[in-house]
């Protein structure tokens, strides 16, 4: 036992680990259901199979599904009379837990419990609630979210699909106009799905109403496909084969007037349309807005199946050797820098987003559980949603990547969980928002909130905002320049030290601040150079999508560190908070070591800064690889679940 763990056992229970302490800290609010999660997944029966037929892995993940449902994993955020307990928060943990095994069945998870749950939950009322509910709960009435048109990808407030109320009948006759309305790549609706939330244009007396959900029949309780309903298979995928994902054409189907999901808007029999919210935007970004937990639990999944490669790897990385002294034994892969580079900053990375997540769940739960929840909160968490979903869907991406090329030709190995890995988590960049569309959304919302910032200052509050940036420039262009390298020169040589826990964490966020800050107002100057000049308001966003994309990829780094920061600031053991601040400044460091050449652009830093930077991430990848064993296994991954040869437990 090191010294290091000597201290953290007489800080706590001498009976704990530093891997049990930190897991704790990691689980959180939630740790209950993360471990009722392993408890249950460590069961034979989730242990990932390779190779499976795409039949018999849609069979097989269903199968998962029903059984994750018996044992109440699935339906924690369930009303309490329907199956659940509301716990919001704690539904997105239990989704998290399924993330590590087959993702074909976390995702027809996510789907049924989720997002049909959250759609008949929020957008239906009473009636819908006492028909549907108990059968979702226990996937007895499995269901599909019929949204996404071929013609259309995410521009939803564009859907072309109709449901045309018939005040003669009282029904409302949902149509497919032409192809490009084709609802497409839809899961759940292949094979397995019976009712379907069909998103369309509410057309009441030649009057459009926008889109609007109604719960529609796909199939009766024998599978047969519902008349005037024609449903297609999307055969196999690059990945997620066991989800079963089809294309639905709808052909003058007549459902009731109660098939409406009617909260927020109601069509009487007489064909009278009323909704409490008057403006038909906001009308309808409220109804979608309850479909954002899907983005919620892609964030978590993304991170999970990038804990899940790094564990491989890092444990093929501590036991593999390759080269060395000549005569010598063979070093360790982990022991190279060039191993550590590619694995510990990305590891570091997981650590950041995972308490980043931690953040957007607190606030998931609150956006849904207070009744007087604010606007502008729900405007910031609906952004902060967006912005890591793509952060973690895209780390993803990379990570499982360079865990699979860190484990060379073994880690090509199907048993070794790359290939499944990379191949189901590839779709996250796209599902629930396409993330180059989702990072102008996180832009705009910053330029609202800047707006908003900039609407509220009086005349001379405008004139020091004017001032603020006039200095901003003159920092970039004039001899004030030379005084901030000399600032910047003095703190390269504090990184030059050998003790990295002089690192300044003030300093680390308040470089990625200013850089966003800066961008907000590069943009908006920006675009309003081109209104003044007369360009419509779309027309110069167009133009400036490409800085839109910069600015929100700059706020989403600097959230996801200051997440990481707040985060230990609450840890209270100091041993496993020194090894937190190490992984946080190795982010922190790689985030702005990634992006120097911007900061040596605008004169935030010199170049033996920028150099010295370099040296500190290669020291502290030094650092962390001693403890990088302790940090994957920290993730609390049950065994079953990894599943590769090349990566045993340790002994």
Known sequence: MSAKEETVLGTFDPGVSKVELLRRFRDGEHADMRDHGRAILSRPEFSPVT??????????ALAQAKALAEKGLTTVSFPEGYGGSHDVGGSIAAFEMIAYGDLSTWVKCGVHFGLVRGAILYLGTEKHH????????????PGCIVMTEAGHGSNVQGLRTTATYDVATGEFVIDTPDPSATKDFIGNSARDGRIGIVFARLIVGDVDHGVHALAVELRDQH????????????GEKLGLNGVDNGRITFDRLRVPRDALLDRYAQVSPDGEYTSAIENPNQRFFTMIGILINGRVSITGAGIRASESALTI???????????????????LLLDYITHQRRLLPALAGSYALHFAQEALVAEFHRAFTEADYPEADRRRFETLAAGLKVAASWHAGATIQACRECCGGAGYIAANRFAALKADTDPFTTFEGDNTVLLQLVAKSLLTGYKDQFGELDPLGMVAFAAGQLYETLMERTAVRAFVGRVVDELATTI???????LDRAYQLGLLRWREEHQTAALARRLKRGVDGGSDPYGVFTDCQDQAVILAKAHIDRVVLEAFDV??????????????????DLHALHTIERDRAWFLEHGRMSAPRAKAITRAVNRLCRQVREDAGMLVEAFGIPENLLGAPIAPAPS
């Open 51 to 60: 190779g499976l037929p795409m039949e018999q892995h849609r069979a097989r």
């Open 130 to 141: 006492e028909r549907y509910l108990r059968g979702i709960a226990t996937i007895e009435l």
């Open 223 to 234: 599978g047969q496909v519902t008349e005037g309903i024609t449903i297609e298979d999307c």
């Open 313 to 331: 790897a890092v444990r093929y990385g501590l036991a593999r050797r390759q080269f060395g002294r000549p005569g010598g034994e063979e070093e």
């Open 567 to 584: 985060a230990i600031a609450r840890c209270e053991d100091e041993a496993v908070k020194d090894t937190l601040n190490r992984l946080c």
């Open 496 to 502: 030059r030290d050998e003790d990295v826990d002089r």
